[in-house]
């Protein structure tokens, strides 16, 4: 069973940047779909970006042009480079992916943008 853990998130303020990470602890099959959610406090989860095994990605539009996807299949990692950061952004983010039909979340990190 793959374990998730996500780290990287913290303080900053609007217009700052953050860089989290996602790191299984087994292997994550390479022709699945990994993603980053984020719940903001008392709304519902969503997701932010996903990114595929041959490296396609895909954003939702409140973070295209200031976030960025990536994916290291070696190290079995997860990165979501956060960059200009707005309020608006502060929500626990979480990574996933499915494995043999069932989700798979990590506990998540918390990110909080100050204005």
């Known amino acids: 069973q793959v374990q998730l853990v996500e780290s990287g998130g913290g303080l900053v303020q609007a217009g700052g940047s953050l860089r989290l990470s996602c790191v299984a602890s087994?292997?994550?099959?390479?022709?699945?779909?990994m993603a980053w959610y984020r719940q903001p406090q008392g709304k519902q989860r969503v997701m932010v970006a996903m990114?595929?095994?041959?490296?396609?990605?895909d954003y939702m539009r409140d973070v295209k042009g200031r976030f960025t996807i990536s994916r290291d299949k070696g190290k079995e990692a997860l990165y979501l480079q956060m960059n200009s950061l707005k309020p608006e952004d502060t929500a626990v983010y979480s990574c996933?992916?499915?494995?043999?039909?069932?989700?798979?979340w990590g506990p998540g990190t918390q990110v909080t943008v100050s204005s």
């Open positions: 087994g292997n994550i099959p390479s022709s699945n779909v």
């Open positions: 990114i595929t095994s041959g490296g396609v990605t």
């Open positions: 996933h992916t499915i494995i043999r039909g069932i989700d798979v």
